[in-house]
């Protein structure tokens, strides 16, 4: 069929998701028939006579079951909408309307309340206080721009509360609502217009469907498919909604040439990993004539795996060929194997015995007479001389110290330095480096003409977990030129020691720093808690200025999270397989749900009594990707669970001395403790924004400083 145009709404996946395993075979057959020609015979459109929309038809499915499809009168557009139950379908079909947006062009899908909805009567005159108790103070013409059909501009400028807003959600087109939610919570109207204002050049024609699939307000909630694999893959996995259905903010950061390099911000579920992974596969599909690869480079190993799994889901085969995924480590690991390195890298903390053994032996050379604390050489050392790359007593005469809260004369910095000279000497007998300087190894390799990977661009995520020395690398691996960076973070989620400027790491973002502001994963209420354990904390935006949450909000709503203490372990186990029990018993999967906990001996603590007490769980691995469809309570540190999300979150074990974890805030350095905790904060505001619907926080012995309010 000529010019033929099959979409399908995201309400369709999310109610396929919802129906038996057996009949959502039978809806893939009918799908996988309806993609191939939605005027095949045996596909009959049924007129649903009292629809709301005279667009919608209902096609069999089986004896028991419906889909509506909005069929337009003119044109060749198909849109799956819905599937349910007979007369659930017909239901949905009674209660929907979608049209297009005169303004915007958007196609708009929205639900037609019934019953105790307020009527809006014209008001004539309006006083002065009438004025001011009104929630917003816009025109008609700047709320049909964001996407405010006519027939409600008189209900809008009616409101006097955020509550009132909310309640009319569900008959408000998504963009709109989002605009004025914003609005509402304190976002600058110039910023609202930047994001959701329509900058339409021309006439809008309200019967053109096949235009408004165009829009990029109509393509965060309907999907134009391609063929019919892709179709059966989105059903496949119909919850998944992040690989096809995009917010037009994050759209307009994935698909575009940048003239240098990019900053993404954003708070805990705004998708800053979602348009990272997006951008990937859109700069790898841009090289699709050159051999140029993209690298797509993160700080851990685990969000790695994840990461490289995710793309399998997003990308063709060539795309993904072009793309190499890896944490910065192993990169480097694999750059100096090639250019047949002499040194390994050794790690701090215990997890290399000879590194302690080099750094035991550099102890040796402490004056007791300077008062300085074993500790604080340990810090000043991984603070100052690692990321700085400083090599000798005269540049570290010179070196910023800044972050550290001892402060040194010159003469005392000459006279600590023989401890940090002595680890690079007990370092290199052994043949032994740090990561740190490994990384400035390479980029002394890179000025010599090293290089035989040569990177059309680099995306980076979690990019507030990078150090300078890793960022200072990335710049010096790619030439700079259009498209060659491209960074997401967020300071509230840095949960590990470091912290760089990318203007002193040699990348300009001037013009180029964004801000994702939507919470697309968890409640509000979830939300809230969350932040509240960071309030006070100066956090920066990666770029030597601060950021704020206070413009980081939540469009959905449930249930406040719920907070348990006990006096031991075993007592608390038992009331978290009881409410795992309840979970489950009301519809939840086991797979959805996660327990997490500060350390790995906890996480093994809580799955071993959970086991004893006959519930299956699955600890989750650093070196493989979760398989949803295996059952079992997922298990994870704080750590581990990052970049993932779960239905139910359950925080275990946060008492004190492990939330925060005792041995990691130990310092006689003031600042340093600081730092630490805020690390600490980061990462129990991390593992709380795991959560999607429900947020369980249980302790044991004696509360985490964390839960006192």
């Not at 999907?223 to 694999?229: C, G, L």
Request: proline share 3%; aromatic share 8%; hydrophobic share 40%.
């Amino acid at each position: 069929m000529e010019n033929l145009k099959i979409a399908i709404g995201d309400g369709f996946l999310e109610s396929f998701a919802q129906i038996p395993k057996a009949k959502q075979r039978k809806v893939m057959e009918f799908v996988a028939k309806f993609r191939y020609n939605p005027m095949a015979n045996g596909i009959n459109y049924e007129k649903i006579n009292d629809a709301r929309d005279v667009n919608f038809r209902s096609v069999r499915i089986d004896q028991d079951y419906r889909g509506i499809v909005l069929k337009p009168a003119q044109g060749n557009v198909y849109i799956l909408l819905w599937v349910d139950k007979h007369d659930d379908a017909y239901d949905w079909a009674r209660s929907h309307r979608c049209d297009i947006h005169p303004q915007t062009g958007a196609l708009q899908l929205v639900e037609i309340l019934q019953g105790n909805q307020p009527e809006i009567e014209p008001v004539k005159i309006e006083t002065q206080a009438a004025q001011e108790n009104r929630l917003f103070d816009l025109s008609d013409e700047t709320l049909l721009s964001l996407g405010v059909p006519s027939d409600d501009l008189a209900r809008i400028q009616s409101l006097t509360h955020v509550e009132a807003l909310e309640a009319i959600e569900k008959s408000l087109p998504i963009e709109a609502f989002e605009a004025l939610y914003l609005l509402a919570a304190g976002t600058l109207l110039d910023e609202i217009l930047t994001d959701y204002a329509a900058k339409k050049s021309t006439m809008v024609d309200t019967e053109d469907f096949a235009e408004a699939l165009n829009q990029d307000a109509s393509r965060r909630r309907f999907y134009v498919v391609a063929d019919e694999m892709e179709l059966l893959e989105m059903l496949e996995a119909p919850l998944e909604k992040w690989r096809v259905f995009l917010h037009p903010s994050q759209r307009r950061l994935i698909n575009r040439h940048w003239s240098g390099p990019v900053r993404v911000l954003g708070g805990a579920g705004t998708g800053k990993t979602v348009v990272a992974m997006h951008r990937a596969k859109w700069l790898a599909a841009q090289a699709a004539e050159t051999n140029e690869r993209i690298l797509f480079t993160t700080f851990t190993s685990n969000l790695a795996v994840d990461i490289q799994e995710s793309l399998r889901k997003i990308c063709t085969a060539q795309e993904l060929r072009r793309i190499d995924v890896q944490h910065i480590d192993a990169w480097i690991v694999d750059f100096l194997k090639q250019q047949e390195y002499d040194f390994r890298i050794a790690y701090p903390n215990g997890k290399d015995s000879e590194y302690e053994k080099c750094w035991s032996l550099a102890e040796g050379l402490i004056s007791p007479n300077l008062g300085l604390s074993t500790s604080f050489y340990r810090e000043e050392w991984e603070r100052v001389i690692l990321p700085q790359f400083v090599r000798s007593r005269q540049a570290y005469l010179t070196t910023s110290r800044m972050g550290r809260g001892v402060p040194l004369t010159r003469k005392q910095r000459a006279d600590i330095w023989p401890v940090f000279e002595e680890m690079r000497i007990q370092l290199t007998q052994r043949k032994l480096t740090t990561i740190e300087d490994a990384a400035f190894d390479i980029m002394s390799m890179l000025d010599s003409g090293a290089n035989n990977k040569r990177y059309r661009s680099i995306v980076v995520d979690e990019g507030q977990d990078f150090g300078p020395e890793m960022l200072t690398l990335l710049r010096r691996l790619i030439p700079e030129g259009p498209d060659d960076l491209f960074i997401v973070g967020d300071g509230h989620q840095r949960i590990y020691q470091r912290k760089a400027v990318l203007g002193k790491c040699g990348i300009n973002i001037r013009g180029r720093g964004k801000k994702l502001k939507i919470n697309y994963r968890t409640t509000e209420e979830i939300r809230r808690f969350s932040t509240q354990v960071l309030e006070g904390i100066a956090v920066d935006d990666m770029d030597d200025a601060q950021d704020t949450l206070t413009d980081y909000r939540s469009l959905m709503h449930g249930d406040f999270p719920e907070i348990k203490h006990f006096n031991s372990i075993s007592e608390e186990a038992k009331w978290i397989r009881e409410k795992i029990e309840v979970l489950i018993e009301n519809g939840l999967l086991s797979q959805d749900i996660c327990l997490v906990a500060r350390t790995n001996h906890l996480v093994d603590e809580y799955g071993s009594q959970l086991q004893q007490m006959g519930i299956e769980t699955r600890k989750l691995s650093r070196q493989q990707s979760d398989n949803r469809n295996l059952p079992g309570i997922r298990l994870a540190t704080m750590h581990r669970v990052k970049g993932l999300e779960f239905k139910v979150v359950l925080m275990a074990g946060i008492n004190e001395g492990v939330v925060p974890l005792k041995i990691s805030t130990e310092t006689q350095d003031p600042t340093e403790a600081r730092l630490r905790d805020e690390n600490e904060r980061a990462l129990f505001h991390v593992a709380a924004t795991r959560a999607i619907k429900g947020l369980f926080i249980s302790s044991h012995g004696i509360v985490s400083p964390y839960l006192a309010k």
